[in-house]
């Protein structure tokens, strides 16, 4: 049986939490001024390791998927837990959106084909980008495993070391400056993928100690975090428009901050062993996240668009996230126990 890590329960509620806290602190996007607008841009960047948290934790364990089971068996777990879903609460958020913005008419055959392209192209629910990375992963993962193995460290090493130089330094840098990527990129598929080399960081840090370096490692990890909110507001008045691009989670500021606050839980509770009742909880909180992930966006978009809560307030940006956070996670263990739901989260 694997050994269950419980730092990767907590890194999950936490990724989950900061998924809530970056849809909460969308004030930032209004390129507005102010320390409310500020607060906001903070929010964002602190909060911007959520989704590279879930990839690393993937990365971690499902790169090794072959100790454990086959892959028909990998597939078909993985289609029921997510691709089942996916497309479930995108056809949800699709009849919710249609119902408030879009008024397409259900009895007409075109209002299908809006949202089978708008599904294929990302565009039902833009939050959703997530579940596209993932499955791609999936899909790519039993060619990966054979690679990812203890004995290829160095072949691994080359790999990071290529997309942090590829995406996070040089696409980084061009992404910044809003010029196109460099033409060769695309030669290098594998090394020049964005979310391989979080993906690839996750297993790294399961499976080897970064020793004397973690020093280092929190101090630039701390070090982005100034950067990335200093360049952002900076930036964003500059150019007279918001630069969510800053703090991008591909880029070298993002990447660090993400592995930083992965490799933090990691290195304190890689040995901890909970009580049996707070093994409980937190097993139920951490199962939870995908439920959080589909719903959670629902009642933020109500506060919003009935402008329940003024958007820079101070209330929006810390008390919602809590609150959304929370029932969340109470609707989703509620719907695990209903037979018909409980593949829905």
Avoid at 274 to 302: C, N, R, T, W
Wanted: with cysteine; charged share 15%.
């Amino acid at each position: 049986m694997k050994r269950r890590y419980y730092y990767m329960d907590l890194l999950n509620i936490l990724a989950t939490f900061a998924v809530v806290m970056l849809h909460s602190s969308s004030f930032a996007f209004s390129n507005a001024a102010g320390w409310h607008w500020d607060l906001a841009v903070s929010l964002q960047v602190l909060f911007i390791f959520a989704v590279p948290i879930f990839f690393m934790i993937s990365g971690a364990n499902i790169l090794d998927y072959r100790t454990r089971e086959t892959t028909s068996v990998f597939f078909r777990k993985r289609l029921k837990r997510i691709a089942v879903p996916f497309l479930m609460w995108s056809i949800v958020w699709f009849l919710y959106f249609n119902h408030y913005d879009w008024h397409h008419s259900l009895l007409k055959l075109n209002t299908y084909n809006i949202f089978i392209y708008k599904f294929l192209h990302g565009n039902v629910q833009p939050i959703f980008w997530f579940f596209y990375v993932i499955i791609g992963f999936y899909l790519s993962a039993p060619v990966l495993t054979k690679i990812f193995n203890v004995e290829n460290k160095r072949t691994i090493e080359y790999l990071i070391l290529l997309n942090v130089i590829i995406v996070a330094l040089i696409g980084y840098y061009y992404q910044l400056r809003q010029q196109p990527a460099l033409a060769f990129e695309s030669a290098l598929s594998i090394g020049s993928a964005g979310s391989i080399g979080i993906f690839s960081i996750g297993w790294y840090l399961q499976h080897f100690s970064i020793g004397k370096y973690k020093k280092y490692l929190y101090i630039f990890g701390i070090f982005s975090v100034i950067c990335m909110v200093a360049l952002t507001i900076h930036l964003s008045h500059v150019c007279d428009q918001y630069q969510s691009n800053v703090y991008s989670i591909w880029g070298v500021f993002g990447l660090a901050w993400s592995t930083t606050i992965f490799y933090a839980f990691k290195d304190k509770f890689t040995d901890w062993q909970p009580s049996q009742k707070v093994q409980k909880i937190i097993s139920e909180m951490a199962s939870a996240s995908l439920g959080v992930y589909v719903i959670h966006y629902f009642m933020i978009d109500h506060i919003d668009r009935y402008h329940l809560i003024e958007i820079n307030s101070i209330k929006h940006m810390i008390i919602v996230p809590l609150v959304v956070w929370g029932c969340s996670i109470v609707i989703t263990i509620l719907i695990k126990k209903i037979p018909f739901l409980r593949r829905a989260v």
